[in-house]
């Protein structure tokens, strides 16, 4: 097999990401005009993905780590207006926008326009939530779009095999859709709530770090792999399983979450990126089998879904905001009063994503008898234009929108003072921890020692407190900002020295990595203090 067209879609993807951090232009974008324009490159391979591949590949480790980083907390919180949109809105779009589709389009039949509904139903709310984090969105819609982003996709996957099943001939019914539907919800969930504390266990009984992050990475399939074989849904499994370990996170060794972290980070960034890159790698190929659809036929068909799309959020999101409170005392008790800005930015916060592009690429090329699945490139094109569409209007649009509603800011000094007041339990809890240790003569230290411990937690209390107050005049740095700065400077000057002994072979590599990794970890910790 040939690997260097897979090593090249990587190393591309990932540069052309990594270089779209520099500029204003949102990186799935770049990504696909870069690779639209490399499609028509002579010699360049042509990427094609098996349709049976494709979401178990994509979806489990995309699904985990955005999870994993999930608050349970305020989910479950938010459970109904989350349920509302995950559940209610996705299949609300499916048979919208499945019909109109059928209507539009010549030819198309029932059944593939509504795979095609499914298929463009789930937004993906990563980029929605990060713009929120960033403008100061209130933290209840971001938690609200965060959960949908997760929770939606399991029920765009059960409808869209509902549908698969009866376009490719399998004779699907509605009692037998909504058995499927009620086996995958309950099943997922029952397969991920049996598998979480064993596997958390094992988690936090690996004492090597590399055994811990092995499983780590295997986690999101095995969840995946187990729900799909007794016909649940994986995602749920997946999302489930994952928010009981992001729960618990805490449990695992320090070293384990380091690395977690940065593994995970790189698996997404890489999985998003490459995906991105293929839609416009793919759209030559999709292009050039739209058969009597191409043009402005397809053109018109693709600006028509994606004002259906639209359209249809806010059909649901409105009512779904307002008309619980109206006809409920409970609800209006228990949960903040809606407004029209908080529902106009929850409307708009509907792009389509890397779910979308994952279930159109799984669509089979045939269906049963051989014939070639039904406007399959047509359907492959609308979901690349449609996720395309919302990135472009929705995704540029959504901040100047949230700060033309001028929502209310947070408010930096009441959270400082929070931290502040959290730290300062903590650290009289390790004071007090320390003084005990300390009087049990097994654990006698030398003064200094002692009071190396001290400071190190004085100041960790202190730090939070000198943010709200005076800085530095010259430099504009608290004295916490200063100490840290200093203490890289110093590390840095430790490195190079060890460097240079190596190099004049005082010592060897060996020691050289001991002595580097001990600074790395030193390092490690200012930097995530300085965060």
Known sequence: ???????????????????????????????????????????????????????????????????????????????????????????????????????????????????????????????????????????????????????????????????????????????????????????????????????????????????????????????????????????????????YLGHRAWEVDFATRLQEDAVWRMVAFVLESAVFALIGLQLPVVLSGLGAYEGVAAAGYAAVLFLLVVAARFVWVYPAAFLPPLLSARIRQREPKPTWRGAMVTAWAGMRGVVSLAIAFSIPLTVHGGHPFPQRNLILFLTFTTVIGTLVVQGLSLPPLIRLLDFPGRDPQAETLTEANAQAQASRAAEARLDELLSDERNALPPPLADRLRAVLERRRNAVWERLGAVNPVTGESSDDTYRRLSREMISAERDVFVRLRDGRYIDDEMLRTLLRRLDLEEAAAYREAA
């Open 1 to 243: 097999m040939d690997v260097m067209p897979l090593l090249l879609l990587v190393a591309g993807s990932a540069a052309v990401a990594g270089a779209a951090r520099r500029t204003a232009v949102p990186a799935p974008l770049l990504l696909v005009a870069v690779g639209l324009a490399v499609s028509y490159v002579p010699g360049v391979p042509g990427y094609t993905l098996a349709p049976d591949v494709v979401l178990p590949l994509l979806l489990p480790p995309l699904l985990y780590t955005s999870a994993s980083d999930s608050s349970y907390l305020d989910l479950r919180a938010q459970l109904r207006p989350v349920a509302l949109l995950s559940v209610g809105y996705v299949l609300f779009a499916t048979f919208v926008v499945g019909w109109a589709v059928y209507l539009i389009v010549p030819g198309m039949p029932l059944t593939a326009a509504l795979v095609l509904g499914a298929v463009v139903a789930p937004p993906d709310a990563v980029a929605a939530t990060a713009v929120a984090r960033r403008v100061g969105l209130p933290a209840r819609i971001t938690t609200i779009l965060q959960g949908e982003s997760l929770l939606n996709d399991a029920t765009a996957i059960t409808a869209y095999r509902v549908a698969l099943a009866a376009a490719v001939g399998e004779g699907a019914t509605w009692l037998g859709g909504i058995g499927e539907f009620l086996l995958a919800a309950v099943g997922g969930v029952g397969i991920g709530l049996v598998l979480m504390a064993p596997l958390h266990w094992l988690r936090t009984h690996l004492k090597e770090p590399l055994l811990q992050n092995t499983l780590s990475l295997l986690i999101p399939f095995v969840a995946y792999s187990v729900a799909e074989q007794v016909h649940a849904s994986g995602v749920l499994a997946v999302v489930v399983v994952a928010l």
